[in-house]
């Protein structure tokens, strides 16, 4: 990988998602060590306000509609070293029985089918890198159930079986395939986003928590997956605040 900061010779990194929480951490952070980042999401101010923070590259793009993802194609270029699917997010917390099924296709839509769109259109790219990664964010909602978790953790179960589906396809292909998978992580909208902007609702998540992860964390854990030596795969990292055992089971210090 080169480390100059600029010039076109800077391998190629997209990052879906980047218009906020742990996709701008990444692309930030990705952008510091060395990488000519592609910004993607749907709020165009932002992902060009970050891009040309990182002196990158924005696309405007919702993961779900092809036309959108033919132009991060295009803005991507023939090669691709790393590949950050991160857009995605939960709608909802409602027990199955009380489902909201327009919500689960929502999630469905945006965590896997379009982690499925953006995957099959940059492959080319990545294999034409030679040493390239594809970084899929998916969950501990991914990894287990927990009450409530409804379409988000149907969403994040494909996202991790699909993962899993593509590095045995690629097994002789020079590309890698990382399922990194984050327990609680306290962004600005992720909570904000799931109870439809009641604010009250979205910081009851993260109350008396002491040190839930922050979008640097996990930024943190996927520019070091995409730094591994190209003969190196990391199949699964899941990560997780100290204080959270697992989804359903946090550490709470009362106020
Ligand atoms: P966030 O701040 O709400 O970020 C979600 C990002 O996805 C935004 O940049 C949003 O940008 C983008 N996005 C949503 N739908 C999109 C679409 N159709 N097309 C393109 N971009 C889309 O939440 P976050 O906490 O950073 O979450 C990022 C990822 O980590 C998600 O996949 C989430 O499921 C996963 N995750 C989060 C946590 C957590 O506790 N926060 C834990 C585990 C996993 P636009 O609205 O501008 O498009």
Redesign the pocket.
Known sequence: MSTSSTGADRPVAVV?????????ATARRLATDGFRVVC????AD??EALAAELDGVAVT????VPADVERLVQAAGDRVAVLVN?????LGLEPVAAADVEKWRRMY???VL?TLQVTKALLPALVADGEGVVVN?????GLVAYEGGGGYTVA?HGVHVMTETLRLELVDQPVRITLV???????????L?RFDGDRERADKVYEGVPGPLV?ED?ADAVAWVATRPAHVNVDLLVIKPRAQAAPHKVHRVPS
């Open positions: 879906t998602g980047a218009s906020s929480g742990i996709g701008a993607a999401a749907r709020r932002r992902v793009c919702d993961v779900t991160n857009a995605g997010g939960a839509d945006t965590n379009g964010v998916g969950s501990v909602a994040k998978a984050p327990g609680m992580v306290h962004t600005e909208e992720f909570s986003t979008a996990v």
